[in-house]
């Protein structure tokens, strides 16, 4: 039997998810988790096989959360789900060590042969994401600027595009005012721009937001 810790900071979300796999005779959602904080704090009392975890949480987010995981658990398979375009995000969650990226619009069966997959150890990536990471082999110096962001520089770009202040980020992330603001000096000189309103609209122009 597979068992599954579910991560997620929204609670409808979790219990579909939780439907979806009751139904399967080798897997069971052990436990959940709203946020990072106490995916953590179960992670270190109990044992599971695979862990389900969103990208986008309140609080800790996900690749901090993975990070913590890979710090305590280096071996313990984790499974990333976001609602980010999949191309965008898949190689920040690859780099920091996911064991798969999917988004929550994936097929059922696809994210239940995920599930499997890496319960034993192995990665599992999409059709798209094996294409997007084969031409990144072949083309090494094509990235476009915003690749070349850390997956924390990556999330912290992306809360400055949501309209989060630098407090609410430090706030977040458990950092203070002066590194998110250190941060955000690298990202914009990475992209080359000067303020949010243009780290906006290139997030815009890349497809990175709506």
């Keep these: 039997m597979i ?57 800790r987010n996900g690749l901090d959360t993975l990070a913590a995981i890979r710090a305590e658990k280096p071996r313990l398979p984790v499974l990333m789900l976001s609602m980010h375009n999949e191309e965008q995000y898949a190689l920040l969650a690859l780099r920091a060590r996911a064991n798969a990226y999917l988004s929550k619009d994936v097929d059922a069966e696809e994210l239940k ?17 094996a294409a997007s990471m084969l031409l990144r082999l072949e083309h090494p110096g094509e990235r476009r600027p915003h690749e070349t962001l850390s997956p924390r520089e990556m999330q912290i770009m992306m809360d400055i595009v949501k309209g989060k202040s630098l407090t609410d980020i430090g706030n977040q992330m458990c950092l203070s005012v002066k590194t998110v603001s250190t941060y955000r000096s690298r990202i914009l000189q990475k992209l080359a721009v000067t303020t949010n309103a243009e780290l906006v609209q290139y997030a815009m122009r890349a497809g990175l937001v709506d």
């Design 3 to 59: 068992e599954l810790l579910l991560v997620d900071d929204h609670t409808i979300f979790r219990a579909g998810l939780k439907r979806l796999i009751s139904d399967e005779p080798d897997m069971r959602v052990a436990d959940e988790a709203p946020d990072g904080a106490a995916a953590l704090a179960k992670i270190r009392s109990a044992h599971y096989d695979v862990v389900i975890l969103d990208i986008s949480m309140a609080g």
């Design 113 to 129: 042969n995920a599930i499997r997959q890496v319960s034993k150890g192995g990665l599992y990536v999409t059709t798209s994401i």
